[in-house]
C-alpha cells in the first residue's frame, strides 16, 4: 500500500505549525491581502476560510469586519489560529476541524469562500470546489491562491532543487507536487468553471520572499514544508549534509553574504456561485 504524502495527512501539517506560522504565514498574509480585494470581502459578511493553515486570511478578514469560519483538518493549525486571534484580540473567528472536501456545513450559508495555498494539496480538488460553490449564497464569490510554475515559485523549489543536486541518486517524483498541481492558470480557472462557478478570472502576481542569509533558507525555510521536513529527517547525517551545503552554497554564489530574495509567483483564481 502507497504512504500517504506528509502534506496530504493532518499530522504532516501539524508537526509543522511551529516553522509554518513564524516564516510562512506572514508571507502568504501579502497573497491573502490580494485574494481579499479580488474577492471583494466587506465588513458584515460571512466568509469562509478553507484550508485556513494558522489564519493568514481568516486573520485580515476578520480585522475588515467579516464574520469567518476558519476550518482546517490540521487540529494543530487550528489551535495557532486560534492562540493568535485571542492574543491579538481580534474578534469575529469561529473555528473547526474539517476536511475542506467534505464540508459539514449547510447549504447558501456564506457571502464568501477562500483557500490560499490550500486547495492545491486537495486529493480531490473538484469536491473542495464544489463544496466551496455549494456552501455560498447566490451570487457569493470564492478565490482560491496557488502557486505557479516551480521555476518562478523558487521560495518553493530551492530546497528541492539542492536536494536533487546533492542525491541525484534519489527517484524523481512519479507525479507532479501537489504543491504545484493547479501551476497553470488557465487549468485553474478551467477547474472553477467544472465545478459550476461563473465569471470566473485569474491574476498571477510574484511577492518575493526574503531572507536574511542562505544559511536561514536552511534553517527557517525547510522546516516549515512537511514534504521537506519529514524527508530531511530520514537522511543520515553525511546526506543530510550534502544537501545543506548544495543549498546554501547555491544561494550564496548567486546572492553573496546578504540577503535571499526568492521568488513567489502565484496565481489568485475567482468566481462567482
Request: charged share 25%.
Amino acid at each position: 500500500m502507497t504512504k500517504t504524502a506528509p502534506d496530504l495527512r493532518p499530522e504532516g501539517w501539524d508537526s509543522a505549525s511551529a516553522s509554518y506560522e513564524r516564516v510562512i504565514a506572514p508571507n502568504t498574509a501579502r497573497y491573502a491581502e490580494d485574494l481579499l480585494r479580488a474577492a471583494g470581502v466587506r465588513a458584515g459578511e460571512r466568509v469562509l476560510d478553507v484550508a485556513t493553515g494558522t489564519g493568514a486570511f481568516a486573520l485580515l478578514a476578520a480585522r475588515r469586519g467579516a464574520k469567518v469560519l476558519a476550518t482546517d483538518f490540521a487540529p494543530e493549525m487550528v489551535r495557532r489560529l486560534e492562540a493568535r486571534a485571542a492574543r491579538d484580540g481580534i474578534a469575529g473567528i469561529e473555528t473547526r476541524v474539517m476536511d475542506g472536501q467534505r464540508l459539514d456545513l449547510p447549504d447558501a450559508s456564506f457571502d464568501a469562500a477562500a483557500s490560499v495555498f490550500g486547495l492545491i494539496f486537495f486529493p480531490d480538488r473538484g469536491a473542495g470546489l464544489r463544496e466551496m460553490r455549494r456552501v455560498l449564497a447566490p451570487g457569493g464569490r470564492a478565490g482560491i491562491v496557488a502557486w505557479s510554475a516551480p521555476a518562478r515559485v523558487r521560495v518553493v523549489s530551492a530546497v528541492s532543487d539542492a536536494v536533487r543536486a546533492a542525491l541525484p541518486e534519489l527517484p524523481s517524483p512519479a507525479s507532479t507536487p501537489p504543491v504545484f498541481s493547479m501551476a497553470d492558470a488557465k487549468r485553474a480557472e478551467a477547474e472553477m468553471l467544472e465545478a459550476g462557478f461563473r465569471d470566473v478570472r485569474s491574476t498571477t502576481l510574484d511577492h518575493a520572499w526574503e531572507f536574511p542569509t542562505a544559511e536561514s533558507v536552511w534553517t527557517d525555510l525547510a522546516p516549515a514544508s512537511p514534504v521537506f521536513a519529514a524527508m530531511l529527517a530520514t537522511l543520515p547525517e553525511e546526506k543530510l549534509g550534502r544537501v545543506h551545503r548544495a543549498l546554501v552554497e547555491s544561494l550564496r554564489a548567486e546572492f553573496g553574504a546578504g540577503p535571499v530574495r526568492l521568488s513567489g509567483e502565484a496565481h489568485v483564481v475567482v468566481g462567482t456561485r
